[in-house]
């Protein structure tokens, strides 16, 4: 079977997406420092434990396996701690990501699914976020994905290193088998925190601003279940394994919520009431972000059926009562 790299694949996504790899007959082999991810949630394919920025592993891990392309999801992702630690951000984001494509190059790997944000457009109230509209990130997340993008560009022009770059919305949900889900220590994501609320694991969710220039005084997200965001890079996979030219593709539905909106979905869903406390913006932090782009639909040939909020917080609230990962 053919193998794939997958950086990060202990992680919420990358776990998610080794399933989505080995249902769709490759082998995923996963490497990643377990930093933030668990060893646990590799359960589709090897798992090698390693960093970014560890080029003698590296070199070992693709004479080891060779693999065809990498999927390549291993990152520091906090807006918030980025903005207090954006060192941690270009080192490991930035510096990592330049060993692992230096370390591709040589070894003759030259396809490359790279996980981006839509941080990377930045705050630009009332335009329409599409795959052309100028990055102007507001946090040190997004600017050290910006980088990994430019890195993509320059490495494709110089060695033909194909990719495709998703820039992912606010990913949610879980594995609707509960083999996987979303697990992050310390939690910073607010679905599981609402749910954490809800079930009385943390006393209350804190909402990070009710002052932005929306309707309901809270931030605008579009939310994306994890399987059907996984789903799109079986397809991106397919595109660089195809030849075609490297793509640019928003993974997002169009549609935004707010937090409130979703605290009462929440709600509604589970039966239960969420303690809630108002605070203070959070630094780093967009007023709206929608993708405003079909780009993955049209020419991907993208579906993201389950990515209704009512299933995205189905789905996470099954995992949320069954599954956790222990160090
Ligand atoms: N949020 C919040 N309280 C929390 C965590 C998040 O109000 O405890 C808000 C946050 O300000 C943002 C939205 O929920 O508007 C989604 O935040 P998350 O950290 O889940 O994802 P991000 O948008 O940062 O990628």
Redesign the pocket.
């Known amino acids: 079977m053919t193998n794939i790299l997958v950086t990060g694949g202990a992680g919420y996504i990358g776990s998610h997406a080794c399933k989505a790899l080995k249902a769709a007959g490759y082998t995923p082999v996963t490497y990643d420092n377990l930093s933030t991810g668990w060893e646990q949630a590799v359960r589709y394919g090897p798992f090698e434990q390693g960093h970014l920025t560890d080029r003698d592993r590296l070199d070992q891990i693709f004479a080891a396996y060779q693999p065809e392309a990498i999927l390549h999801f291993a990152a520091l992702?906090?807006?918030g701690e980025s903005m207090r630690e954006p060192g941690l951000y270009w080192h490991n984001n930035v510096a990592g990501s330049l060993c692992l494509f230096q370390a591709a190059v040589q070894a003759g790997c030259l396809n490359v699914v790279f996980s981006s944000?839509c941080?990377t457009y930045g705050d630009q109230d009332n335009v329409v976020l599409n795959e052309t509209s100028p990055r102007h990130p507001i946090n040190a997340y997004g600017a050290s994905k910006r980088a990994i993008e430019d890195i993509l560009r320059d490495f494709e022009a110089a060695y033909g290193l194909r990719h495709v770059i998703f820039r992912y919305f606010?990913v949610a949900g879980a594995d609707p088998e509960a083999e996987v889900g979303e697990f992050h220590q310390p939690e910073?994501?607010?679905?599981p925190?609402i749910l954490d609320a809800i079930d009385g694991r943390r006393n209350a969710?804190?909402?990070?601003?009710t002052d932005y220039d929306t309707p309901d005084g809270?931030?605008?997200?579009d939310y994306v279940h994890v399987m059907d965001l996984v789903d799109a890079h079986i397809l991106g996979l397919k595109w660089v394994e195809d030849g075609k030219q490297s793509r640019v593709f928003n993974l997002g539905t169009g549609t935004g919520f707010s937090?409130r909106e979703?605290i009462d979905r929440a709600e509604a869903i589970t039966g239960k009431k969420a303690p809630v406390v108002e605070?203070l913006?959070?630094p780093g932090?967009c007023t709206k972000?929608v993708s405003g782009s079909t780009r993955a639909v049209t020419e991907l040939g993208w579906s993201p059926e389950r990515s209704t909020l009512d299933q995205m917080i189905g789905d996470a609230w099954r995992w949320h009562q069954t599954g956790h990962y222990d160090k």
Do not use: E, K, P, Y
């Open positions: 992702s906090q807006v944000t941080a606010n910073t994501h607010l679905i925190l969710l804190t909402i990070f601003g809270t931030c605008i997200r937090v979703v605070g913006r959070r932090d972000l």
